[in-house]
């Protein structure tokens, strides 16, 4: 038996992949050749535009009906408690009909996938117009919802797809800074609609604007899927794709983080009304603006995080916005032993010791979100839709679900609020912890590359990648790769002469 030579492993060059001594060139225009085809400005203008337009519509789907919701009750016959409902079933089944559509644009189009959202979502508007109780209410809502996700999750995709990840942080960035324009402007336009015309208008000028988009879609938007894209045609590639999805710790990090941060601002959400005029006494007209304040703090952070887009690697954005969630902690706790003598009432809380953690908080999760979902989606651009489709599921869904536990756990507004934000902060810094810390950016990327390569080269190769040893350690060791790549056909043998 001869002495078998162990392959190299990989190794990234500026315009070249190196592997078993042998090189094959890679233009560098080919590294992320599809952002090169979307490259010109007025492309790139006409697309930010269309994802500005889809962003628009998950936000006013939620934010229009809050001042509306005692005329719904008493139109409709039923409960507060239901009709606070239907935006619940809305948040859930948006986080979750992204799992499905983000995978379906993998497969079908991004082009496609969003246009049969945007039909689910404009013949579910017309039905909750003319819904005639509260239960055909809820379903219209929740079918509205999956319409409303595959925008969001196609949104993210299209992203990944068109452009590079300096200019798609800015671009996350300036939507996630727009959204709470379009957060705070939405109750406004809700309770003007509501006042002069009836709730039920609002529905049927939003699923026009959704009907206005349609057509904009059908006749402007091209299919921007990556031609390379992983082809998912049975149920074990999609395991395959999730699988490499969540051996990623630095994806999983990322995601997580998102997640658990979106959990607090829903539970502020879902808190800060009662606390506000219960609590303090304000009025809604108050109430309303003090929110407003606070939504501000998105737009403070997004508008930061693309000024550091040129200057500070994304890891180093996130480990800013998980140090202000420290101070977030802090300043929730502080207050509840400082006064914990007079709880529950926390008799000498005064209203800053709110505001100021909840301001900063929301500034932090504008800070990071660009970054956090701009860099999760880099090494996967051939699973972009899959991977958009996890990150916006894990955002939404599991913050719609831990809020509304939360908020059910007690009637005291203001201990739910302090100790259930700061606890979303607290978790954002554990995992940031034991998943992101120490990571090295540089290499993080190297290592996308690589993987993004040796997957270019498998598929077009009968034989994929293949490893020869028969070295146990250097096995159980295998490339790094092909460990994160399972659709990657692994051809492991042993060389004997």
Not at 1 to 7: C, E, F, L
Request: proline share 3%; aromatic share 10%.
């Amino acid at each position: 038996m001869s002495a078998v030579q162990k392959p190299l492993l990989p190794t990234i060059h500026e315009d070249s992949i190196t592997i078993e001594n042998d090189t094959y060139n890679e233009p560098k225009e080919k590294i992320d050749d599809n952002a090169n085809a979307f490259g010109s400005k007025k492309k790139q203008a006409m697309l930010f535009a269309i994802m500005l337009f889809v962003n628009v519509l998950g936000p006013l789907s939620t934010e229009a009906q809050v001042p509306a919701l005692g005329s719904i009750a008493e139109d409709l016959n039923t409960s507060s408690r239901w009709v606070q409902l239907t935006i619940t079933i809305y948040m859930l089944f948006f986080g979750l009909s992204q799992l499905f559509f983000g995978t379906l644009s993998d497969i079908y189009g991004r082009r496609n996938t969003l246009l049969a959202g945007l039909v689910i979502y404009t013949l579910t508007s017309l039905g909750c117009a003319l819904a005639p109780n509260i239960i055909a209410l809820n379903i219209f809502r929740a079918v509205q919802a999956t319409g409303s996700g595959a925008g969001m999750v196609i949104v993210y995709a299209i992203a990944r797809d068109v452009f590079r990840q300096d200019a798609r942080t800015r671009v996350l960035g300036i939507l996630g800074g727009l959204r709470p324009i379009v957060i705070a402007a939405s109750p406004v336009f809700g309770g003007a609609i509501s006042t002069y015309l009836g709730w039920r208008y609002i529905f049927y000028i939003i699923g026009g604007l959704s009907l206005f988009i349609l057509i904009v879609v059908f006749f402007v938007l091209p299919e921007t899927r990556d031609q390379n894209t992983v082809q998912i045609a049975r149920l074990q590639d999609y395991k395959d794709t999730v699988r490499l999805l969540i051996k990623n710790r630095v994806f999983v990090g990322l995601v997580l983080i998102s997640g658990g941060v979106y959990a607090g601002v829903f539970i502020m959400f879902n808190e800060f009304s009662f606390v506000m005029e219960d609590r303090f006494g304000y009025s809604e007209l108050t109430t309303g603006l003090l929110c407003g304040l606070i939504v501000f703090g998105l737009m403070v952070g997004s508008i930061i995080s693309i000024i550091f887009v040129k200057c500070v690697n994304p890891i180093t954005v996130v480990f800013c916005g998980v140090i202000q969630l420290v101070a977030c902690c802090v300043l929730f706790i502080l207050p509840l032993i400082i006064y914990s003598g007079t709880a529950p009432d926390f008799v000498g809380l005064n209203v800053y010791w709110v505001l100021v953690p909840l301001f900063l908080f929301v500034c932090a999760d504008g800070l990071m979100l660009p970054h956090l979902i701009s860099t999760a989606l880099e090494p996967f651009k051939r699973q972009a839709g899959t991977a958009s489709a996890l990150a916006g599921f894990w955002r939404f869904f599991s913050a719609a679900v831990i809020a509304l536990i939360v908020s059910s756990s007690s009637e005291q507004h203001l201990m739910v609020l302090h100790i259930g934000v700061g606890a979303m902060a607290i978790s954002a810094i554990i995992i940031y912890a034991f998943t992101l810390y120490g990571v090295n950016y540089e290499e993080f990327l190297a290592e996308s590359k690589r993987a993004d390569l040796l997957m270019e080269d498998s598929a077009t190769s009968t034989d994929g990648v293949t490893v020869i040893s028969d070295d146990d350690e250097y096995n159980s060791m295998k490339l790094n790769v092909t460990e994160q790549t399972p659709l990657i056909k692994k051809v492991m043998t042993n060389n004997n002469e």
